[in-house]
């Protein structure tokens, strides 16, 4: 039996408001898109409201259900857990999936930067669920970018729609990041399209009952191929071949031959997926299929980058709850509830320390998604080509570390919600043991976190010789010189200050040694992701202060709201921001603490 009384999650929708409106200023933003006129606050808010009720009330009972459940498989069919199926037609019925998609493919015209909020609600509610309708916005961006005009009228309509749901096809059982190992075949046909044989492993949502049909985006070799990624060509299989009509007609040669017994996220089918001679359409030019997918790629780095919260979210909100209500042990200097037979464990230092650690994390790395998400939108639809390219070199630069600095974070904070429970949190019916097992595939998806690294250092930052990262940086010192002035912001800005100019330092310095020795910048740059990590969101909530304390001095906003999110910054610049002095030592520590030792000497 499924106790349905596991941690519900509320949706912090104070905290969104403050992060989209007061810090990111989104209703600014909003006015200067074209495509954003009916993005107005009241019906930013009005969808807000009804996106949390959605979160709420549908998906998060079904959380536990389906990982109780998980997905069952049967001759090559995919049953998912009880009420999935139901949510999701819910949730189509909704319009949600079309919400931000463009009018001329049947959406609704708004901007993607408030998708991003709705899923950020929808995958802490219920990340199993979240995802089937999540791998979907990757392959609509993919289509509409890549696709020709009747690819597009055949596929995307009802990929906007939701009635069909969409995934990415790229892994295979001897290759996972280096894609360029795959073997998936495509044949010509006659009639222009493709035979597509082959087997892909890991597909998330890749079969399941809750839509009509699936478009996987697949990549394979054409005939003659050059080796390696050069070679490599993306195509469109659906699950249902199409008539003259647009409509499906025939179960198409590609089925599911088993899913996946995992870890977490139980609720989403992870899949094999056999090709047997499929039927599948070329996307963009041939050999050039990895660089159509990094369309979606980018979108899904992002969507990774989102889970990483919702685990930190969930976990706190879990975390808060039981630390009010357990009784456990006196308070250090005193009795706080006498009549009690002991002290709420809220009150210990370290119970403090785990949730937040939590709390700022959440909300840090709310800011630092939602700023992303704005990026994206001004890249995508702005009429400016300047400040289309100024956003597509800020999001190139803080992509992957959004990607792999907040699933790991998040996944810390999820192993503090269990910590915080203490032996409850191993048990299944508080939640937080599903809730760190799902937020350990986090640090995989879409590439590892050593991936994220080695594009962050290698390709973001010394491929464009600090050009990308000078750019950041130097905003950043901007936003320190225009508030230095301000004694009470001190505190705040100080360590900001010095983090940023060692960045550029230690940066520096990594360049120099990798010109020696290539096996430096590998060596450093985990610890570099993770450093840069902590600078980007110690100048998010830097941000958050000088909007905090503008609206105290103006007596404007929740005080109480205010003073906690003053208190939470300076926890995080006193008690996390400091993590960089023993990451700075240790990326430059060099390469020879690893690479020295004989590979024979790693047995025992």
């Not at 459940?69 to 999936?97: H, I, L």
């Not at 990594?510 to 020795?517: F, H, N, R, S, V």
């Not at 060596?523 to 304390?549: K, R």
Request: glycine share 10%.
């Amino acid at each position: 039996m499924v106790n349905l009384s596991m941690p519900t999650y509320n949706p912090p929708l104070q905290d969104i408001r403050f992060a989209m409106r007061d810090v990111l200023d989104f209703d600014d933003h909003y006015a200067q898109l074209p495509c954003a006129e009916d993005a107005d606050p009241e019906t930013v808010d009005a969808i807000l409201e009804e996106g949390a009720k959605f979160a709420r009330d549908v998906l998060s009972p079904l959380n536990a259900v389906g990982d109780a459940q998980g997905c069952t498989w049967v001759d090559g069919d995919v049953k998912t857990p009880d009420g999935f199926r139901e949510a999701y037609q819910q949730y189509v019925e909704g319009g949600w999936p079309s919400m931000a998609q463009s009018p001329k493919l049947g959406g609704q015209g708004l901007p993607e930067s408030l998708g991003t909020v709705l899923s950020e609600m929808n995958g802490t509610a219920n990340w199993s669920w979240a995802m089937y309708p999540g791998l979907s916005h990757g392959a609509m961006n993919t289509l509409a970018a890549h696709g020709t005009e009747e690819q597009q009228q055949a596929y995307l309509s009802k990929l906007v729609s939701g009635e069909w749901t969409g995934t990415m096809c790229l892994t295979e059982s001897h290759c996972g990041t280096d894609l360029g190992l795959l073997k998936t075949r495509a044949e010509p046909n006659e009639d222009g399209s493709f035979a597509i044989t082959g087997q892909k492993i890991f597909i998330s949502a890749g079969e399941h009952d809750m839509a009509d049909n699936i478009v996987h985006i697949v990549l394979a070799r054409l005939p003659g191929a050059p080796a390696g990624t050069r070679g490599i060509s993306l195509f469109i299989v659906p699950k249902f071949t199409l008539n003259a009509a647009g409509d499906t007609e025939s179960r198409n040669a590609v089925s599911c031959g088993s899913i996946e017994h995992k870890m977490g996220i139980h609720g989403n089918a992870t899949c094999v997926l056999n090709f047997d001679g499929a039927k599948g359409f070329l996307i963009g030019q041939p050999n050039r299929g990895l660089n159509c997918m990094f369309t979606f790629m980018n979108t899904a780095r992002i969507g990774t980058a989102i889970q990483g919260l919702a685990h930190t979210e969930l976990a706190f909100q879990g975390s808060l709850a039981y630390a009010r209500d357990r009784l456990q042990m006196r308070s250090l200097s005193g009795a706080v509830n006498p009549e009690k037979v002991a002290d709420p464990i809220i009150v210990h230092p370290d119970v403090r320390r785990m949730l937040l650690t939590q709390k700022a994390l959440a909300e840090g790395g709310r800011m630092f998604i939602y700023r992303c998400a704005q990026l994206v939108d001004i890249a995508h639809t702005s009429p400016s080509d300047e400040a289309r390219a100024t956003a597509e070199k800020e999001l190139a630069l803080l992509t992957p570390i959004a990607k792999a600095f907040l699933t790991e974070t998040g996944f810390e904070a999820a192993n503090l919600g269990l910590q915080v429970f203490g032996g409850h949190g191993y048990i299944k019916e508080w939640g937080m043991e599903q809730n760190v097992r799902d937020a350990r595939i986090a640090m995989i998806y879409e590439g590892t976190t050593g991936i994220q690294a080695l594009d962050l250092l290698g390709r973001k930052v010394l491929g464009s010789q600090g050009a990308l990262l000078k750019n950041y940086t130097s905003q950043i010192q901007q936003f320190c010189a225009e508030h230095a002035d301000e004694p009470r912001l001190k505190r705040y800005l100080q360590p900001l200050t010095r983090v940023n100019a060692e960045w550029n330092d230690l940066t520096q310095r990594i360049g120099m040694a990798a010109l020696q020795d290539k096996e430096e910048a590998g060596a450093a740059s985990v610890d570099y992701l993770m450093y840069s990590g902590y600078v980007v969101m110690a100048y998010f909530w830097a941000q958050a202060v000088v909007v905090a304390h503008q609206q105290l001095e103006e007596g404007r906003g929740d005080v109480t709201f205010l003073r906690a999110k003053l208190f939470t910054a300076r926890f995080y610049m006193e008690r996390l921001l400091p993590r960089t002095h023993s990451l700075a030592a240790t990326m430059l520590s060099g390469a020879e603490n690893l690479m020295d030792l004989d590979e024979a000497h790693f047995a025992l």
